[in-house]
């Protein structure tokens, strides 16, 4: 990984925002304090979504925010200690070669990039997952890319997603008959955006009944169909912390993310309840992620031997 970053320049920003959305568009002025995060729209994607000043100064500074979690992880129809991560860090991306873009360019996109991590053990072998997500930092409201990888002594597997107007998804696998290319999905809500839309814009997170792409762990660990399905979404206040709720009725699963309501919008917790196991082991059960420490970190610079003590610091 290369030791400075450019887009991390707030100038580099400006220079972005002016072309791609214009420098007074960064705040919808309709939010109010007491709804913002509870808004019930829609995810439009010709919507020209905006940012504060606030988010630009916070995720322009030079470093990504590193947050790890005490994990206790579903599979197998029992639960499994392990830990997470969430890393946002913003990047530039480009379109043409679909990845994070190296070189200055003015076709280059402004992204906050999501990596997700999960290690857990089941039994005597592990599990090693990583997702990740390239939202648009302003604009669209769906990642331009999202790539998603599985990793344990059975074999491995890889998602990607290209949003070429509809969404592409690639599946390799290593269970025969599983893989596929480029298969076309009609555009919905993708549940790996929602994680960054809290971060960036709360208030315009979806809600009531809603067609939504399940998140790609899931789709992966439980085997099921890549497509959109029917949910319904509900958010609660509850003090300073606000619980995002999305229930699909035909997985027979409910995911619940808790966050700050107040700018930055950390996220401190999740849940997520479904079905797992086989036979008799077949049980409903809940994956739970609980904040242990959040740090900002350039970590692609933090790569010796002395720079350890920072796991140390997130518990990892």
């Known amino acids: 990984m290369k030791s400075t970053k450019p887009i991390y320049s707030y100038l580099f920003f400006l220079i972005a925002v002016f072309t791609f959305t214009g420098i007074n568009s960064c705040k919808n002025s309709n939010a109010t304090e007491s709804n913002r995060s509870i808004v019930p729209n829609h995810i439009n994607s010709t919507q020209k979504r905006t940012v504060s000043e606030a988010a630009k100064k916070y995720w322009f500074d030079g470093k990504a925010e590193i947050s790890s979690y005490q994990l206790n992880q579903i599979r197998y129809g029992e639960i499994h200690k392990g830990t997470a991560a969430l890393i946002f860090v913003t990047e530039p991306f480009s379109k043409e070669s679909n990845t994070k873009a190296d070189y200055d360019n003015d076709k280059n996109i402004p992204v906050l990039k999501l990596n997700t991590?999960?290690?857990?053990?089941?039994?005597?072998?592990?599990?090693?997952?990583?997702?990740?997500?390239?939202?648009?930092?302003?604009?669209?409201?769906?990642?331009?890319?999202?790539?998603s990888s599985m990793q344990e002594w059975c074999g491995m597997t890889f998602i990607e997603m290209k949003n070429k107007g509809d969404f592409l998804f690639s599946f390799n696998s290593y269970f025969e008959g599983n893989s596929f290319k480029d298969k076309k999905i009609t555009k919905a809500i993708l549940e790996d955006d929602l994680w960054s839309l809290i971060r960036l814009n709360p208030e315009l997170l979806p809600a009531g009944k809603q067609r939504i792409i399940p998140g790609m762990f899931y789709l992966n660990l439980m085997h099921k169909d890549f497509k959109s399905y029917e949910t319904v979404i509900t958010s609660t206040i509850n003090e300073d912390n606000t619980i995002y709720n999305i229930t699909y009725p035909e997985l027979n699963r409910t995911l619940s993310i808790q966050y700050k309501t107040e700018f930055p919008h950390n996220i401190l917790s999740w849940k997520e309840t479904y079905i797992s196991g086989y036979g008799t082991n077949k049980k409903t059960l809940t994956t739970e992620a609980t904040l242990i420490n959040s740090i900002k970190v350039d970590y692609w610079n933090k790569n010796q031997n002395k720079d350890s003590y920072l796991r140390n610091t997130l518990g990892l």
């Not at 857990?120 to 990642?143: A, Q």
């Open 117 to 147: 991590t999960k290690k857990f053990n089941t039994g005597i072998y592990p599990y090693s997952m990583m997702n990740s997500t390239f939202f648009p930092f302003e604009s669209e409201s769906s990642s331009i890319k999202i790539a």
